[in-house]
């Protein structure tokens, strides 16, 4: 019979995120590292800058060994609970466009815009062209 591990909320974990209360959280796991910071072969600032929250990626970017990930389970205190988990926001800031870019991006105006530049440009070219005689 597998034993039932304790739920923590996201908010609970955050909570805890001091030198004398460090929590992690790594893949839906929480952990209490504040025991082991003295030992943290990176340091126990780089614990520290992950204490409170889901430091799922920072841990996999680190490149952990098998012995590491062995090692986190004397740390190990729960599970967060899937209920409280906010689902990561993806923000997409809609850019204010000129008159301009907003010509500029419709096609009829795109496919004009290079013959007639061109043929500015030519015209130009022979004007000047022209005066210096």
């Not at 680190?62 to 986190?72: N, Q, V």
């Amino acid at each position: 019979m597998a034993t039932l591990s304790k739920l923590y909320s996201m908010r609970e974990a955050a909570e805890h995120n001091t030198r004398d209360d460090c929590w992690v959280v790594i893949h839906g796991k929480v952990y209490d590292v504040t025991s082991y910071l003295d030992e943290h072969p990176g340091g126990d600032d780089v614990l520290l800058s992950a204490a409170g929250r889901d430091s799922t990626e920072d841990f996999e970017d680190a490149g952990h060994s098998k012995s590491a990930r062995e090692l986190m389970q004397d740390y190990y205190i729960g599970e967060l609970d899937p209920d409280t988990v906010i689902p990561e926001l993806e923000i997409f800031r809609k850019e204010k466009s000129s008159a301009f870019t907003t010509m500029l991006t419709n096609k009829t105006v795109q496919y004009l815009a290079v013959p007639a530049v061109i043929l500015g440009v030519s015209v130009v070219a022979g004007i000047l062209f022209s005066r210096s005689k």
